[in-house]
């Protein structure tokens, strides 16, 4: 295939990073070439090839000409040749067809096919020929935009070429004939021609051809053999002996004429190469293929061409390798091949074997490896200059003629035209291990690979060969990767020892193993490990692929962890090859409870292959590439150890309890230490705003199970995070996202439950798990249960239990509607009710509650039960018996008494005793609550059951009460306080010993407790809250305290996670702060009351803090401290963030203090500027909170629980703010360095988090110098531009028109507050503090990019003077005029239209674009209005050296490199304003001015000649526009302006007031002009004077326009009614997002007959309009698709449609296209021609039938479709597009589709029709009662009542029992049926029908209840 050489460039190669070479750079050359016709055939002529040379007959020969497909036709194709052809006497040029018969082979039609095959594709459907060798080729295909070369026979007759497509097989063989002589630009490379050797030359021959006509030359590269270099009979044989040129002896006699093709022609200097080239001539390329692949070694070369100081070419041995056949296939086919061009070369000998000779060319400097000096220069050092370079002396004399090369390595065998391949002989190349990244195989083991660079980030580069280097990061430079030492982006920062181990072991030079990890050769990429397991592990198999036998199921490799998470491990091995081991599968195989603890990233791991699945790719759809994935799962439990099982004894029920076996069914109770955590999934909240509650993942062994019929090992369970307590309190929240932090404090994932279990339900569901429950009531009541066989008092019923009225059940309140009241369940699902009305919606959520039935429905499966709550004791008093009550008794007891009690009862808040020894009458009531205990040290150990007892009652090691038992004696207990009410004693007791630190106290009112004292506290629990974070403790009975979290502790690690750091029931140490808190205690937090407490009303939280405590200790002789202080500048305090508090100064981040102090960080201020990042708080920046007030509704959110199948609506009272996503989320901790206090605040202080600040770095950061380039966050954005803060202490302002260098519509949204930008200082002011901030300095700054890029100084408007020239770039093309922007300057200006080009322009547009770099001459300049006038004419600049560019030229020559950023289409709004003013008063006389200069006239002439040749030139300037007629004139008085839009009725009068004033300016312009006519006669003097009065009055005429247009500018009604363009531009550029505005303008336009110009505003529109408004680009293109419907053609109008669907909804644009087409065809039909009608129809059809064949799928299309024939009487086309798109549509589709059609029917077609699809829908969907609604719908539309009557009738009085079956609808159904009757009888019927669908309404109820 021949190229045409478009361009041909030369630039200096860049040198490699880190080289150090000097001297001449080296030179990167590349050469562009197009396959084009209109490039390959430029200067082709065909009669050159089918004229004969006497011009008298026709030449029968064929000759290649190159095409492109441009359609498809019914019998052919139309070919593009490039616009040759044969001229004919009319002037045209002819047209190439190929007719479908002239295609030799097969091919293939490929429809709606014209983009270009990607390089894959193309290579695949490649046309081959079929007719050479027994070869399978694919078919050819034809599709627009294909190349190929054709074949034009002669004779041509007509306009039209006929064309042939010729195999390769005929091409090849195709040559031209001597009969004809075409010119030399006609000549092209591929052609066959006869040549005849004219004479022998050292490096080839010359040839003539075309009889002498012609001559040529053929190198010695392409004679078609080589001399092997064996015949030789001299070491000195001469480069210009004979033995060289051995084609002497082969091209002479008969054998010196034969057929050669052309590969190059230049007509410039008319050479003409040809070759002999077996491949070359045959036109295939497998002929020149190279027996030796890329890379391979040959010895014995032998050197037969030597090109001093270039290189030399080599002989190779001839080698056997290959398969003989195919070789022997290939030399057959060249044999012929020499044979059908009558050549007989090959009958040569010595021809035939040098053409099996192969050859290598060696380039001198890749021959020998030389770093000898050069040279006696001495660098810095001392050292002598090396280099690389061969020298020629040394080349000549290892590389003479006929020697023999010991060895070379084959590069490259890419040279397909020359037959050559590359090679070298240096032995670093020779013996490099890889040559190119191609040669790299991943999991290939390298060898003492040299370091040729340390990087900065620790990694390693290397050299494998030849330049090729790959890397080695620093996570594979050791085994084991240390702890922390990976960031986020998975670099490694290398400790100090590894650091020292890296620059010994891998320091420039040294030799390393590495092996290949991944390598990618199109980025020439390799990644290397040095890791040295990896390194000896899996050398012959590595793994590389997911495809076996690599990918075996139970193989263990080894790899290396790539990423760690919380879902588990991604382990990767080679070529990208990486699978997955879940946290599941290492918390059941080896109890790995977070995955991030046990492994790090960079870790050598062992894996074992799980599964290895191919799946399909949802996400991606098209590309076939990635249509699949593989899914490796991986388990690094590598030892095959296998668990024997345990025997279980299967003989009796006794045996199977013993060994704990039970059945999988509900029910059954698992013992403890049997369940294993796998997996904690917490709360999720899903799309639709419903919850799903929090589950564990557990597995039970299945040995622990009867009746299995799997082999599995174990049985996994879902555990409810409401199933773990039994009651939860109320402190839940909806959605209960709590339960996930409960669950987390009792399972832990990879340990086993020391619980027991209870399985409450077996789905029968394959993918559904077993749901087990831990709640300890559920569990004893089923033990008793089991244990009593079915005879227990209290139940756990399942649905298959035989219940009973008034039976006990034990269940869990799941769900609380307050429509209905709660609802229990109990096992497999069985669900009861506790009514409202029974005090349901008292019951609390989740609780463990015990009932009695109330009433039970065993009818239904389940049955349906009321329950209603009991407690124990009413279960205690059915059994119990009548008899006296034994009594207890005390005697008194007073306070400080030592008394011996005896435990009776434990929770966590008391403990009930009984004092031993001491009797009374009176009754007394004992105990020692938890503040007054003290844990007690026994021997004895808790039993499992006692365990779990404790853990119930959150009874931990911590508490008092942890070792206590009932029935326990406690010795040497004191009484502190006794209290007499209702007559009896309350007794409280207190083990502890007195004087015990901290002491305990005993207060009846919280004021009692003095400010500052030191007190012991229990916690009773911890707030994670945002309203309470902290301590809960209990100081005393009754009194309750609050510890909050910054008086807790000093560690932010700790505050973050409190619950891990502080247990409950612990004792602490606090002190009483002075300042005492307004919060109630919330419910929860209130300890179980009981008789001892006689507190009627809750009392203030009391605020504490354990910091003090410890700081008190020490100062017993100074005032305790009851406050915190106040931090001083330079402290280090932790603080909360605070995101919901009101920014001070924003952005910025608020923290909460200790001691009531308010922290302002500033953005600056949160790291160190080398750290800053972009948006450091979030995408959103709050800069305050409304409070909400009680009546304020939150939004609902739904719980649900996959125990439970009913749905819960309820409001949301706790907003959550922790879904922060920034890396300062609400709430956190954090450590922060005092600066100062706040101006003006006394509460508030400045704080920094930055590291340096918390280092002890309390300076201010420096102000920036003019000029220097600064980082800043953004403050705030407005219209006029945006301010930044560079510091604490420094802040910027950028004006708009400096943001950017390109418009920006909404600059707030560019540039957000919290944004990090750049930019650089104009000017630097400083500030004095005050009172009000700390600014030091305030900066103007610069963020534009060409400010950024440009250095030096810019040019202003003082430097620019007249008739002096610039370069700039075009910003705004204007059909007045062309702004410019002078380059290094914030200038611009305006080139006139007039002042655009030398010649006149009709349209702006097509000769400049914005962004087009011009040359400009300034012609003007203002300096009191800031304007320049610009001059962009070539005539200006025709004297001009291309690199001479005025004065700015030598201003600027130093930045001749610089990168123009060039601005958008829209200046800002200050220079767009100025520069509209200056062109109006220009633009008005621009149209006369321009027909002055095309009709010559002289500007100097007298008033009398300039009117003259103005009413010339005018006329002549029409005529030049209305080139195409005088229609035109006609056609703009009734240019229509409708652009499918309805415009306002005020806009119509001033339309209407402008027709009748240019009405009158006609009749005043015609009444002159006829009298002037009859006054030719008259004087001069007169008619002088008449000119004169006329011009007066024209220019008051002009004068009053104009005062009123500038009244209409300055009140701004202007605007309201625009009449000029002017008035347009200035309204689309302050509302660029107005389709309206674009519209009107549009209508301006056709207004003017300008239709061109109403299309450039369409399209200038699309560009404007943000991608945001679709709606508004939508009506433009509706507008725009108008005009081309009435103004443009059929092809016009589809190719706006085509991109009117590129830019939006395609289905939407043929919709509105139709609608258009369908409002033509009705305004056609009221028209009288029957023609127009016609066509419009024709037009119509067309494009619905093409809108329904593009979507096919959609039924909106189809009922356009089906409207638009029905509204044209068409039923039967109507009927039958029905048929169609039933099949085309889904078939959910059906139903509506055939319902919108019966509508129709009714509306548009034949209401009987519409009646029999309607009942067909009815008879096969009866139960949508929609469509009967609407069939009724209709029939009372239609008119007919009656017969919607008998519908309703039809359904409520059935005939038949199918019918009565068939029509059987739900009482909800019905009732609204009966509605919609009685409603259309209220209506339209009387009394008499209303009572009838009374009575039968009244009817269907009897019967339903009955």
Not at 714 to 729: A, M, N, Q, R, W
Not at 880 to 901: A, I
Not at 1218 to 1230: A, F, I, L, T
């Amino acid at each position: 295939m021949a190229f045409y050489i478009l361009q041909t460039t030369t630039e200096d190669a860049p040198k490699p990073k880190g080289s150090n070479t000097q001297g001449t750079p080296q030179k990167k050359r590349r050469i562009e070439l197009s396959p084009y016709p209109v490039h390959v055939n430029a200067g082709m002529r065909l009669d050159d090839f089918l004229v004969a040379k006497d011009n008298t007959h026709k030449d029968s020969s064929s000759f290649v000409v190159r095409g492109r497909i441009a359609s498809v036709e019914d019998h052919g194709c139309l070919v593009d040749i490039g616009g040759i052809g044969k001229v004919h006497a009319s002037g045209g040029t002819n047209q190439a067809f190929l007719k479908f018969e002239n295609i030799e082979g097969d091919y293939e039609i490929v429809e709606n096919e014209t983009m270009e095959l990607d390089d894959d594709e193309e290579v695949r459907k490649q046309p081959k020929d079929s007719n050479i060798g027994d070869k399978d080729y694919s078919k050819r295909l034809i599709n627009p935009g294909r190349i190929y070369d054709f074949l034009v026979s002669s004779p041509q007759h007509g306009p039209i070429v006929q064309l042939s497509l010729p195999s390769t097989h005929t091409l090849a063989r195709t040559r031209l004939s001597t009969s004809v002589t075409p010119s030399l630009a006609s000549l092209q490379p591929g052609m066959l021609m006869e040549v005849r050797v004219e004479q022998h030359a050292k490096n080839g021959m010359c040839v003539n051809f075309m009889g002498g006509l012609y001559r040529g030359s053929i190198d010695e590269d392409h004679l078609g053999g080589w001399r092997s270099g064996s015949d030789g009979k001299k070491n000195d044989v001469e480069r210009s002996g004979t033995d060289v040129m051995w084609w002497k002896n082969v091209f002479r006699g008969k054998h010196a004429k034969f057929t050669a093709r052309i590969i190059a022609v230049d007509t410039a200097t008319k050479i003409i190469r040809f070759s002999l080239n077996p491949h070359i001539l045959a036109l295939r390329g497998e002929y020149a293929s190279f027996p030796h692949p890329v890379g391979t070694i040959i010895e014995n070369a032998t050197v037969i061409r030597v090109d001093p100081g270039i290189g030399a070419l080599l002989a190779l041995p001839s080698s056997e390798t290959g398969n003989d056949s195919k070789k022997q296939q290939l030399m057959d086919d060249i044999l012929q091949l020499d044979k059908d061009l009558s050549n007989n070369l090959f009958d040569i000998p010595e021809y035939k074997a040098g053409s099996n000779v192969h050859t290598a060319y060696v380039h001198i400097s890749k021959s020998i490896d030389c770093k000898e000096p050069t040279s006696n220069k001495k660098d810095k050092k001392g050292k002598k200059s090396t280099t690389n370079r061969t020298p020629e002396a040394l080349f000549a004399r290892h590389f003479s003629l006929n020697t023999k090369i010991k060895s070379l390595r084959i590069l490259s065998t890419s040279h397909l035209i020359d037959g050559i391949a590359s090679c070298a002989t240096a032995k670093s190349i020779v013996d490099a291990h890889v040559l190119t990244h191609d040669d790299i195989v991943p999991g290939a083991i390298y060898r003492n690979v040299p370091v040729i660079q340390l990087l900065d980030g620790g990694g390693v580069l290397v050299d494998l060969g030849v330049g090729t280097k790959g890397i080695i990061p620093a996570m594979h430079l050791f085994d084991k990767a240390s702890h922390g030492s990976l960031d986020t982006g998975g670099d490694m920062v290398l400790s100090g020892y590894r650091q020292k181990i890296r620059l010994a072991k891998y320091k420039v030079g040294s030799l390393v193993d590495v092996r290949c990890l991944t390598c990618d050769p199109v980025t020439k990429q390799c990644i290397l490990t040095a890791k040295k397991t990896l390194l000896s592990t899996d050398i012959d198999n590595p793994i590389v692929d997911y495809e076996p036998p690599v990918m075996e199921v139970g193989r263990v490799a080894a790899g290396f962890i790539s990423r760690v998470d919380e879902n588990g491990v991604t382990v990767t091995f080679y070529n990208n090859v990486h699978g997955r081991a879940s946290s599941r599968s290492l918390a059941a195989e080896l109890g790995v409870e977070d995955p991030r603890l046990n492994y790090s990233m960079g870790d050598v791991i062992a894996a074992r292959i799980v599964d290895c699945q191919r799946r399909r790719n949802r996400s991606t759809s098209g590309e076939e590439d990635n249509l699949y994935y593989y899914h490796l799962t991986l388990s690094l439990k590598t030892a095959s150890e296998e668990e024997k099982a345990e025997p279980v004894a299967m003989e009796d029920d006794g045996a199977k309890k013993s060994s704990g076996v039970v059945p999988l069914a509900a029910g059954s109770i698992l013992e403890a230490k049997r369940i294993k955590v796998l997996q904690l999934v917490n709360c999720l909240k899903r799309d639709d705003g419903m919850f799903l509650l929090g589950y564990a993942v557990v597995a039970v062994k299945s040995k622990f199970f009867t009746g299995l019929s799997h082999s599995r090992d174990s049985i996994e369970f879902k555990l409810p995070y409401d199933h773990v307590l039994d009651s939860y309190g109320d402190e839940l929240s909806k959605p209960p996202v709590e339960l996930d932090a409960i669950a987390s404090r009792y399972l832990t994932v990879g340990k086993r439950i020391d619980a027991e279990g209870l399985i409450l339900s077996v789905p029968k569901g394959v993918d559904a798990l077993p749901i087990i429950s831990l709640r300890p009531l559920l569990i004893d009541t089923m033990k008793k249960s089991l244990a009593s066989e079915g005879e227990a008092a209290v139940t756990c019923p399942s649905p298959l239990s035989n219940l009973f009225m008034g039976e006990f059940v034990r269940g869990y309140v799941c769900r609380i509607d307050e429509r209905f009241g709660a609802f229990v369940r109990f096992l497999d699902g069985l669900t009861g009710l506790i009514p409202k009305l029974k005090k349901g919606l008292n019951e609390t959520l989740y609780d463990t509650i015990l009932c009695k039935v109330t009433a039970l429905d065993i009818t239904s499966s389940p049955p349906k039960i009321l329950l209603k709550k009991v407690t124990e004791s009413e279960i205690a008093q059915n059994k119990k018996k009548s008899g006296s009550k034994g009594k207890m008794s005390n005697d008194s007891v007073h306070v400080d008494d030592v008394v011996s009690v005896k435990i009776v009862d434990i929770n966590f808040a008391r403990a009930n005793v009984h004092i031993i020894g001491k009797s009374s009458e009176a009754k007394s009531r004992s105990r020692i609550h938890v503040t007054m205990a003290e844990s007690v040290s026994t021997s004895h150990k808790l039993s499992k059951k006692e365990k779990q007892a404790k853990a119930e009652m959150k009874i931990g090691k911590s508490h008092p009460f942890y070792k206590w038992k009932v029935g326990d004696v406690i010795h040497n207990v004191r009484c502190v306080a006794v209290d007499f009410r209702d007559g009896v004693n309350y007794v409280e007791l207190s083990n502890r010993k007195s004087g015990s630190i901290p002491p305990s106290v005993i207060v009846n009112d919280p004021s009692h407790l003095s400010p500052g004292s030191i007190i012991s506290a229990i916690i009773t629990s911890i707030s994670c809250s945002a309203a309470h974070h902290g301590l809960w403790v209990q100081l005393c009975p009754g009194i309750t305290g609050f510890v909050p979290a910054l008086e807790s502790s000093v560690d932010p690690d700790v505050l973050n996670d409190m619950q891990s750091h502080f247990n409950v029931g612990s004792r602490i140490s606090v002190v009483v702060m002075d300042k005492s808190s307004t919060l109630k205690i919330p419910k929860a937090q209130r300890l179980g009351s009981d008789a001892h407490d006689d507190r009627a009303s809750d009392h203030d939280v009391i605020v504490l803090s354990m910091l003090l405590a410890s700081s008190n200790e020490g100062t017993k002789s100074h005032a305790p401290a009851s406050r915190a202080p106040k931090p001083q500048r330079g402290d280090v305090v932790v603080g909360c963030i605070n995101k919901k508090a009101r920014m001070h100064g924003p952005p910025s981040l608020m923290l909460n203090l200790r001691g009531g102090f308010v922290g302002r960080c500033c953005i600056t201020e949160l790291s160190d500027i080398e750290e800053w990042v972009n948006m450091p708080l979030g995408k959103s920046v709050v800069a305050s909170v409304p409070k909400s007030s009680n009546g304020t509704k939150q939004e609902q959110q739904r719980i649900v629980s996959d125990s439970d199948d009913h749905e819960n609506e309820e409001e949301n009272d706790d907003v959550n703010v922790r879904g922060d996503e920034s890396e300062y989320p609400d709430e956190k901790y954090v450590k922060c360095c005092i600066l100062g206090n706040v101006k003006s605040r006394a509460q508030m202080l400045e704080v920094s988090m930055r590291d340096s600040r918390l280092r002890g770095n309390l300076e201010d950061d420096s102000i920036p110098s003019e000029g220097d380039s600064v980082h800043g966050f953004v403050v705030s954005t407005t219209k006029v531009g945006c301010f930044v803060r560079l510091s604490r202490v420094v802040e910027g302002r950028v004006i708009l028109k400096e943001l950017s260098d390109e418009f920006i519509p909404r600059p707030d949204e560019m540039f957000p507050a919290g944004r990090l930008v750049a930019g650089k200082v104009k000017c630097v002011k400083e500030l004095k503090p005050n009172k009000k901030n700390n600014l030091s300095a305030m900066v103007d700054v610069d963020m534009r990019e060409s400010v950024l890029l440009t250095s030096g100084k810019r040019l202003t408007l003082d430097d620019i003077e007249e008739n002096s020239k610039y370069t700039g770039v075009v910003t705004r093309v204007e059909s007045y005029g062309v702004f410019v922007r002078i380059d290094n300057s914030d200038i611009s200006g305006l080139a006139h239209v007039s002042e655009c080009s030398d010649t006149y322009v009709k349209n702006l547009f097509d000769l400049y674009n914005p962004g087009d770099m011009v040359k400009l001459l300034v012609i003007k300049c203002d300096d009191e209005k800031k304007r320049l006038g610009f001059s962009l004419k070539a005539s200006n600049f025709v004297d001009d050296d291309d690199s001479d560019v005025g004065e700015s030229g030598d201003e600027d020559e130093s930045n001749k490199d610089t990168t123009y950023v060039l601005s958008s289409d829209i200046e800002s709004s200050n220079e767009e304003d100025q520069d509209d003013q200056s062109v109006d008063s220009d633009d008005i006389n621009f149209v006369s001015k321009m027909a002055s200069k095309m009709s010559g006239a002289d500007n100097d002439t007298e008033e009398e000649s300039d009117s003259d040749n103005e009413s010339d030139s005018d006329s002549s300037f029409g005529e030049d526009k209305d080139s195409e007629g005088d229609n035109l004139k006609s056609l703009s008085q009734a240019m229509d302006t409708d652009v499918g839009f309805e415009w306002d009725a005020s806009e119509k009068p001033s339309k209407k007031s402008k027709a009748e004033e240019s009405s009158d300016d006609d009749s005043d312009n015609s009444s002159s002009d006829s009298s002037e006519d009859e006054s030719e006669d008259v004087d001069v003097g007169f008619k002088s004077s008449h000119k004169s009065r006329k011009k007066a009055a024209t220019r008051k005429v002009q004068e009053e326009e104009i005062s009123r247009r500038e009244r209409a500018l300055a009140d701004g009604t202007a605007d309201d009614n625009p009449e000029t363009a002017a008035d347009f531009e200035r309204l689309v550029a302050s509302s660029p997002n107005s389709s309206e505005t674009w519209i009107k303008y549009m209508a301006f336009h056709l207004s003017l007959a300008d239709i061109e110009s109403a299309r450039s505003v369409a399209n200038r529109a699309f560009d404007r309009i943000e991608f945001r408004q679709e709606g508004e680009k939508l009506n433009v293109w509706t507008a725009l698709l108008t005009l081309e419907l009435k103004f443009g053609t059929d092809t016009s109008l589809q190719e706006t449609v085509d991109r009117a669907c590129q830019h939006n909804n395609p289905k939407q644009v043929y919709l509105r296209v139709c609608e258009l087409l369908e409002k033509e065809v009705d305004a056609s039909a009221g028209a009288v021609a029957s023609t127009n009608l016609s066509n419009a129809t024709k037009r119509a059809d067309d494009m619905f039938s093409k809108m329904c064949k593009k979507f096919k799928s959609k039924k909106t299309v189809w009922m356009a479709f089906f409207k638009y024939l029905l509204k044209c009487s068409r039923h039967e086309e109507a009927h039958d597009l029905l048929k169609r798109s039933l099949q085309s549509l889904p078939k959910y589709k059906h139903v509506e589709t055939m319902s919108k059609f019966a509508q129709t029917e009714f509306e548009l077609g034949s209401p009987e029709r519409g009646r029999t699809i309607f009942s067909a829908l009815l008879e096969n969907h009866p139960k949508r009662m929609d469509l009967l609604f609407v069939y009724v719908d209709k029939e009372i539309k239609n008119g007919d009542i009656a017969k919607a009557r008998s519908l309703f009738d039809m359904v409520v009085n059935p005939v038949s029992d199918d019918r009565r079956q068939k029509f059987k609808f739900s009482d909800k159904q019905m009732k609204s049926l009966f509605k919609k009757w009685y409603r259309m009888e209220e209506e339209y019927g009387d009394e008499e029908r209303q009572e009838r669908v009374k009575d039968e309404a009244r009817a269907y109820v009897t019967k339903s209840k009955s």
